[in-house]
């Protein structure tokens, strides 16, 4: 017995060798192998599952440990929102979040124009969704960010964007969102489009116009 309880001993040290860092997330490796494993009885697989949830245990508590130093350390990136108001992380419409050892502000309004200008991203009309990026130092938000924003709009009695939902439901996975939600991205760049500038709109009018009319050499043909 003592035997089989060193092996598993090795074997959970080896887990723990194979738990890495990728993008802030945790990856363990798979337990199949172990738990299909014929050669272990049921009473040291048992043993096995129940050393492996400890030392997991210890583990996401020295996370959390890591997480609370990190965000007592860190500092203020910006006190003011997009409209140089001021602002403080103690306010209910503000968002705080981690980023590379950085606290950044934001209000809700300012997520949700963040949110929208990348997600119905749609040059010439096709749907090419964009990451969601913090505008302060141009990085991509994480997914751990992207649901610290989704819960804080939806449990914080703020008007939750739609858009932002069905990102959320496609498990913030950016190819299967725009597959899945392609009509929807594409009606709501058009009603941007139609409710913004007015320049703009009559400016790619004449671009769209100057496109169609300059290869036309018969003058009845142009527009």
């Known amino acids: 017995m003592k035997y089989f ?3 598993l001993v090795v ?24 738990l299909n494993n014929q050669f272990l009885s049921s009473n040291q697989k048992r043993e096995f599952i129940s050393m492996f949830q400890d030392i997991q245990q210890i583990h996401n508590n020295l996370c959390k440990l890591v997480r609370k130093y990190k965000w007592r350390k860190s500092k203020l990136a910006n006190q003011h929102d997009f409209i140089m108001n001021p602002i403080n992380e103690n306010q209910y419409f503000v968002c705080t979040l981690l980023q590379y050892d950085k606290k950044y502000l934001f209000t809700k309004s300012d997520l949700t124009k963040i949110i929208e200008n990348a997600l119905i991203n749609s040059p010439y009309i096709y749907a090419e969704p964009l ?16 649901y610290n924003i989704y819960f804080f709009m939806k449990h914080g009695g703020f008007i939750l964007p739609n858009i932002f939902h069905q990102y959320f439901l496609h498990n913030f996975h950016l190819k299967i ?23 703009r709109i009559v400016h790619d009018i004449q671009t769209m116009l100057d496109a169609y009319n300059t290869p036309c050499y018969d003058s009845n043909m142009k527009i």
């Open 11 to 34: 074997t959970i040290s080896l887990f723990v060798s194979t738990i890495v860092s990728a993008e802030q997330k945790i990856v363990v490796l798979d337990l199949k192998y172990v």
């Open 177 to 199: 969102f725009r597959n899945n939600t392609e009509n929807m991205i594409r009606e709501l760049h058009i009603k941007t489009m139609t409710t913004g500038n007015n320049n």
């Open 5 to 7: 309880v060193k092996i």
């Open 131 to 146: 990451p969601i990026r913090n505008p302060y130092n141009n990085s991509i938000f994480e997914k751990s960010h992207l």
